[in-house]
């Protein structure tokens, strides 16, 4: 298994335990937990197969490929973003609060920086 995918479950489990062990915290914020779990599953999945879009790209022999690739996982990603916030308000509009949404974004932000950071990573050229 690739070393993100690892990385990427445990971060997921972490932020799944903060939000488990803080509810009461998040709670007196305004923010929705089960909302906030839904999107943290959302966002981690979306981010495994963003993952993989870039990674199936990189190996691709054509450069075409690869930006192919990066620009289909980039697109998807924001398209299901933008469409779980659209679904979320439309079917909770009396308990959708700023906090929830607020928090989503840094989720996204933070998956968002794992998965361009593990990119930089592999497509670095080694030093010598």
Do not use: N, Q, S
């Given at each position: 298994?690739?070393?993100f995918y690892l990385l990427l479950i445990g971060i997921f489990c972490g932020v799944n335990g903060l939000g488990i062990a803080y509810s009461h915290l998040l709670e007196?914020?305004?923010i929705v937990d089960v909302a906030g779990m839904a999107g943290n599953i959302l966002l981690a999945?979306?981010?495994?197969?963003s993952y993989y879009f870039c990674m199936r790209g990189m190996k691709a022999q054509s450069g075409h490929a690869f930006v192919r690739g990066v620009f289909i996982s980039t697109?998807?990603?924001l398209l299901i973003c933008a469409s779980a916030v659209v679904v979320y308000?439309?079917?909770f509009r009396e308990y959708v609060t700023k906090s929830t949404l607020?928090?989503?974004f840094l989720l996204y932000i933070l998956y968002t920086v794992l998965e361009t950071a593990s990119l930089m990573k592999i497509a670095k050229p080694e030093q010598r």
């Open positions: 298994m690739d070393k007196r914020w305004g999945g979306i981010t495994a197969l697109f998807l990603k308000v439309v079917l607020i928090l989503f």
